[in-house]
């Protein structure tokens, strides 16, 4: 009998471990923009995207950031967890981006780190968080848990003269746009990685080029690209503060409609957006012409998405995003992979939060507890359902101001606001403080606010009857719903 006994042990380790060892786990692909709007059509230059990702896979309609600034939403990405849990702010060293503490505590604990811990090769190369490499933050010589191959970049997003870590050295970049274009820097050193790669071992990718975020510098080849565009002019275009009594204190502050020489200088920027993610769509393309060479694309998970949205003139508002409108923190998210139907929509609502559990889940890797997000993996791998537990989630940012008031601008004192970098319209404050409800059902769809100002102000919309949030319904909105 206890002969017996073992030979059963011995089959049914046998099989355990050829199961173990001969399955064939998922790679994971993150292609990540910086400020990539989707209410403004920041999809429609990304043809080749549209075509390997988008057709091959699921687009969803209803990506939001929970977060509408890089640093913070970056976080929630990494860690699955809203900011007033991660408890980076904003941008700032001061807001808890990069600091010592973030990588004593939560840094820890991003997805990365149980995709090593469960045997996966990690790569990650472009921007990570935006005090990343300052002399307060470590340096150059802090790689995060859980990268076996770190090309980060110093500080936030640029396309010539930079620095990035490679590994924890630091490389200096120029202005050569043959061998400097931090795009295709970013790219090329990812075509290089899955050069060494094959079925034997998984592989999770991270990559984060700049585009289309500031200075917004398109690569050579595209410098005269959409010359003819301009930035859509939405019915919240230029609406400015006089005629918007019912928003809150910062938009309230833009006293005149925008000059013809701002409207310009947004039309400029819209062009030299798309033109720098026509150089992300080629990295794209040559990203999966390398995974279909190397055999490795129908086991391979890709996804793109951005860390926040942006508005260009709503509310005239010049450039930016940090505030809680559907053009901040709506995104583009593309999925194609195993199992995933190719060409659906997906309109159940998913959020930057969820990315790290849907990573993980795939990947058959179990998902801490502690997660705010919830995976959206039987999403893609069931297109029939089409309900979830959640209907709501919040939306919160935490306003910034300069300690000293702004130059040229003497309307405003010390400790009132930050960004103001045009005709002093202001992008941030700290009275633009906020936490929101977000609804999104077959049977609603509104947003709901409050500040934390000095007025206790709300605002509220119903998206569906107002899309573009030009009416406030706050505070008989609360009362109906």
Same mark, same amino acid.
Request: proline share 6%.
């Given at each position: 009998?206890?002969?017996?006994?073992?030979?059963?042990?011995?089959?049914?380790?046998?099989?355990?471990?050829?199961?173990?060892?001969?399955? =064939?786990? /998922?790679?994971?692909?993150?292609? !990540?923009?910086?400020?990539?709007?989707?209410?403004?059509? &920041?999809?429609? *230059?990304? %043809?080749?995207?549209?075509?390997?990702?988008?057709?091959?896979?699921?687009?969803?309609?209803?990506?939001?950031?929970?977060?509408?600034?890089?640093?913070?939403?970056?976080?929630?990405?990494?860690?699955?967890?809203?900011?007033?849990?991660?408890?980076?702010?904003?941008?700032?060293?001061?807001?808890?981006?990069?600091?010592?503490?973030?990588?004593?505590?939560?840094?820890?604990?991003?997805?990365?780190?149980?995709?090593?811990?469960?045997?996966?090769?990690?790569?990650?190369?472009?921007?990570?968080?935006?005090?990343?490499?300052?002399?307060?933050?470590?340096?150059?010589?802090?790689?995060?848990?859980?990268?076996?191959?770190?090309?980060?970049?110093?500080? =936030?997003? /640029?396309?010539?003269?930079?620095? !990035?870590?490679?590994?924890?050295?630091?490389?200096?970049? &120029?202005?050569? *746009?043959? %061998?400097?274009?931090?795009?295709?820097?970013?790219?090329?050193?990812?075509?290089?990685?899955?050069?060494?790669?094959?079925?034997?071992?998984?592989?999770?990718?991270?990559?984060?080029?700049?585009?289309?975020?500031?200075?917004?510098?398109?690569?050579?080849?595209?410098?005269?690209?959409?010359?003819?565009?301009?930035?859509?002019?939405?019915?919240?275009?230029?609406?400015?503060?006089?005629?918007?009594?019912?928003?809150?204190?910062?938009?309230?502050?833009?006293?005149?409609?925008?000059?013809?020489?701002?409207?310009?200088?947004?039309?400029?920027?819209?062009?030299?957006?798309?033109?720098?993610?026509?150089?992300?769509?080629?990295?794209?393309?040559?990203?999966?012409?390398?995974?279909?060479?190397?055999? !490795?694309?129908?086991?391979?998970?890709?996804?793109?998405?951005?860390?926040?949205?942006?508005?260009?003139?709503?509310?005239?508002?010049?450039?930016?995003?940090?505030?809680?409108?559907?053009?901040?923190?709506?995104?583009?998210?593309?999925?194609?992979?195993?199992?995933?139907?190719?060409?659906?929509?997906?309109?159940?609502?998913?959020?930057?939060?969820?990315?790290?559990?849907?990573?993980?889940?795939?990947?058959?890797?179990?998902?801490?507890?502690?997660?705010?997000?919830?995976?959206?993996?039987?999403?893609?791998?069931?297109?029939?359902?089409?309900?979830?537990?959640?209907?709501?989630?919040?939306?919160?940012?935490?306003?910034?101001?300069?300690?000293?008031?702004?130059?040229?601008?003497?309307?405003?004192?010390?400790?009132?606001?930050?960004?103001?970098?045009?005709?002093?319209?202001?992008?941030?404050?700290?009275?633009?403080?906020?936490?929101?409800?977000?609804?999104?059902?077959?049977?609603?769809?509104?947003?709901?606010?409050?500040?934390?100002?000095?007025?206790?102000?709300?605002?509220?919309?119903?998206?569906?009857?107002?899309?573009?949030?030009?009416?406030?319904?706050?505070?008989?909105?609360?009362?109906?719903?």
């Amino acid at each position: 009998m206890k002969h017996r006994l073992n030979g059963l042990f011995q089959i049914l380790f046998f099989f355990t471990f050829k199961s173990i060892c001969f399955s =064939n786990p /998922v790679n994971i692909i993150i292609v !990540l923009t910086d400020d990539q709007d989707i209410t403004l059509g &920041g999809l429609v *230059p990304l %043809k080749k995207i549209n075509t390997l990702v988008s057709k091959q896979g699921a687009e969803f309609s209803n990506m939001f950031v929970t977060t509408p600034l890089c640093c913070p939403s970056r976080a929630s990405i990494l860690t699955g967890k809203y900011a007033h849990n991660h408890n980076i702010r904003n941008n700032s060293l001061d807001g808890n981006c990069n600091s010592l503490s973030w990588q004593k505590n939560h840094e820890k604990e991003t997805f990365a780190v149980y995709f090593k811990r469960a045997g996966y090769s990690t790569f990650y190369a472009g921007k990570y968080l935006n005090q990343y490499g300052t002399k307060a933050s470590g340096g150059v010589k802090h790689i995060p848990p859980g990268w076996d191959h770190w090309a980060g970049l110093v500080g =936030n997003s /640029v396309y010539y003269n930079y620095s !990035l870590s490679l590994n924890g050295k630091r490389v200096e970049h &120029g202005s050569d *746009p043959e %061998k400097d274009y931090l795009t295709n820097v970013i790219f090329n050193k990812a075509l290089n990685f899955l050069d060494k790669q094959n079925e034997t071992k998984p592989f999770l990718m991270f990559l984060s080029p700049p585009a289309p975020h500031s200075p917004f510098t398109p690569d050579t080849p595209y410098q005269n690209n959409f010359s003819k565009l301009s930035a859509p002019r939405t019915p919240n275009f230029g609406v400015y503060g006089k005629k918007n009594k019912d928003k809150h204190w910062l938009l309230r502050q833009v006293q005149e409609p925008l000059s013809d020489s701002v409207v310009n200088t947004i039309d400029s920027i819209f062009r030299n957006r798309w033109r720098t993610l026509l150089s992300v769509d080629d990295g794209v393309e040559n990203l999966i012409l390398k995974l279909k060479e190397k055999k !490795l694309l129908e086991n391979t998970y890709l996804f793109f998405t951005s860390d926040n949205g942006f508005h260009l003139g709503q509310f005239s508002l010049p450039t930016d995003k940090r505030q809680l409108y559907e053009f901040d923190i709506r995104v583009p998210l593309l999925v194609r992979g195993p199992d995933v139907q190719k060409d659906i929509q997906i309109k159940h609502p998913v959020l930057n939060i969820d990315l790290a559990p849907t990573f993980l889940e795939l990947a058959n890797i179990p998902v801490p507890k502690d997660y705010d997000g919830e995976s959206f993996a039987s999403f893609l791998k069931n297109t029939s359902q089409t309900s979830s537990k959640r209907t709501s989630f919040i939306i919160e940012h935490q306003g910034e101001s300069t300690r000293s008031a702004v130059p040229g601008c003497p309307q405003y004192g010390a400790g009132e606001v930050h960004t103001c970098e045009i005709d002093c319209i202001c992008e941030d404050s700290w009275n633009n403080t906020y936490t929101c409800v977000r609804h999104l059902s077959d049977a609603a769809n509104y947003i709901s606010c409050m500040f934390q100002d000095n007025e206790q102000f709300g605002e509220a919309y119903n998206i569906t009857e107002d899309p573009f949030q030009l009416k406030n319904l706050f505070p008989n909105f609360i009362h109906n719903w």
